[in-house]
């Protein structure tokens, strides 16, 4: 995915055979914009329909433009550090400033290009954070971002938990992916889900392929 868009020329170094490239090495780059994102989690006992174990809350959003992405947003890091800039994103769009910091920090990459409008100028490096917290934090964000937000029902539609589990008929986590996402929301999403072991390898490759099948 994110070798297609590397251009010859452009400078590569160590460790970035995937497009990756560290925080440092990131904000190196001037003349790029720069937007910082966020997978906010926690452990939960609760069960759905009784049964099901729900096993994590793992909040995403549904975004003004109808695709699901991330808390978070732009960030000028001539005025503010990438995690005060996230942070202040997440006090708009969820009405709860939550703190994050650099240990939070998963990893930076160029955003794929939209066709026709790639240039060395305008290009935007995409950073993503994760960060784990209490169920009883995650049900105040979610309290918030549907009443106090300032961006709710702007730009952002509703927080939404992603499931985990998939049940009977198929549905669940395979469905979920089957969605549209912004950027590489998706598989910040899954490379995630797999880094954290909320999911298992053979689960995900499972729900992968079903949601190509069956809800393409
Ligand atoms: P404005 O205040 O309207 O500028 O929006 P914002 O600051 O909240 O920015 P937004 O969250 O839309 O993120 C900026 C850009 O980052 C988007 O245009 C996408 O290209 C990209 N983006 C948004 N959400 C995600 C996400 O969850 N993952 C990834 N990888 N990219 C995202
Ligand atoms: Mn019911
Ligand atoms: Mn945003
Ligand atoms: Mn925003
Ligand atoms: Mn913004
Ligand atoms: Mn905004």
Known sequence: LLTQHR???????????????????????????????????SETASQLFGRIPIRYIVLMQMRFDGLLGFPGGFVNPLEETLEEGLTRELLEELGV?????????????????????????????????????????????????????ADHGLEVLGMVRVPLYTTKSGGGLSCFLSHS????????????????HLVSPGDLQEALRSSQRTHA
């Open 7 to 41: 251009k010859k020329g452009e400078q590569i170094k160590k460790g970035m055979a995937s497009g990756q490239m560290s925080r440092d090495e990131a904000l190196e780059c001037t003349r790029c914009r720069h937007a910082c994102h966020v997978l906010l989690y």
């Open 97 to 149: 400033a939550v703190p994050v910091s650099k240990e939070d920090h998963v990893e930076s990459c160029f955003s794929p290009p939209r066709s026709g409008t790639y240039s060395s100028s305008s290009r935007l490096i995409l950073h993503f954070y994760v960060k784990k917290m209490e169920e009883e934090q995650i049900q105040e964000i979610e309290k918030a971002a549907a009443s106090t937000a």
């Open 181 to 196: 996402f912004i950027g590489v929301a998706r598989f910040q999403l899954m490379n995630s889900l797999l880094r954290l």
